[in-house]
């Protein structure tokens, strides 16, 4: 059994998970806000606490109501994810939106009604150069820290989380130079499998809160410390800031998610779903659901950067003579290995090395250029 011991506003209710009900629990992941859709609800089925896992859920029925009575269906799009149809659907601020969700086995689901606020304007989001302490240990970590700086708000009290997204270009270790299908042949283009770019949405969860402060000005709110560990840095790297600002309850909901995940560490670093959020089964009351369906008022800033220091840490391939004495067993390959792709030592010998070492598509990069980049 785990209790969740929080203080957190009384919106937002900690409830205690026993290894059995957390399993196949609801989890809604989606927001509305004032900027152009679509707008993307995301529903999965929780694991048990003790496997680590996203298990989408397909088939239901999604729709989007607002406070004039207006419904919008969305479309699953892919598996567990229902997006909005960008011209019928367009958030407006003051408006108020409500989710219903009704699941292939009948049940039914629905959040409160949650209005969209006046967005903040975004002044500017920049990075400094910062040296972290690894946690228990003497090693540090080396990279930019993010900042943004907003327009002071017209209301005293506002509420607002940041939801960050990085998008980096980088490069394999090695090129792709031959290509073996039964006979050793050039590689028609030795660097189209050689950059890619990557986009994650970056995990840590920022909240203001203007009530528990003196000053209702935001000035370098410390937002993600990228560093040098991964090749994010090595090449051009973006940050997309959202600025969303959202009522009480859903500033609550992420603040709680956030010291759940800085106190419990990687037991909750997958599912960070542990406090009632505002969505409730009606069709039986006494189902817990996870998640929150959130109407935010939006501002976004994106911003590129380039490392210019030392202090790389990432790990790299390495070619020996394992991988020069890979090379000549391919002429003992079976057609159903084929094509082994082949790659050179800095010698010129020949050699072959593991997909993730030549093809920079196996983390989950795209080889295609997005529309926002710039070089």
Known sequence: MIFLLLWINSCIEPFVLENDSYDKLLVVDGNVHNGPGPYIIKLSTSASIDRISFLPLHGCLVEIMDNEGNSFVLTETKTGQYETDSIALQGEVGKSYQLKILTPEGKTYQSSFETIKEPIAIDSVYAEYNEQTEFDTPFLRYGYQFYVDA??????????????????????????????????????????????????????????NSKTLTSNEIKRKKLHFEDTRTKALTMNYSLLVNQMVVNEGAHDY??????????????????????????????????????????????????????????????????????????????????SQWPILITQGATGGRAVVGDYCIDCRTIGAELEKPSFWRD
């Open 151 to 208: 327009a002071t708000p017209q209301s005293d009290t506002n509420f607002v989380i940041w939801q960050l997204t990085s998008t980096y270009k980088f490069h394999a270790d090695y090129r792709i130079f031959f290509f073996y299908d039964g006979v050793v042949k050039p590689f028609p283009n030795i660097d189209s499998l050689y950059y890619c770019y990557k986009t994650d949405r970056i995990p840590e969860i920022f909240t203001f």
């Open 254 to 335: 992420w603040k709680s998610l956030s010291e759940i995940n800085q106190s419990q560490g990687a037991v909750f670093a997958q599912q960070p779903y542990q406090v009632r959020g505002n969505i409730v089964c009606t069709s039986d009351t006494s189902e817990n659901v996870l998640g929150y369906f959130m109407a935010a008022g939006l501002s976004q800033k994106r911003i590129f950067v380039t490392w210019e220091y030392e202090h790389w840490d990432y790990s790299e391939c390495v070619i020996t003579d394992v991988e020069y004495m890979a090379y000549a067993d391919i002429f003992r390959s079976r057609p």
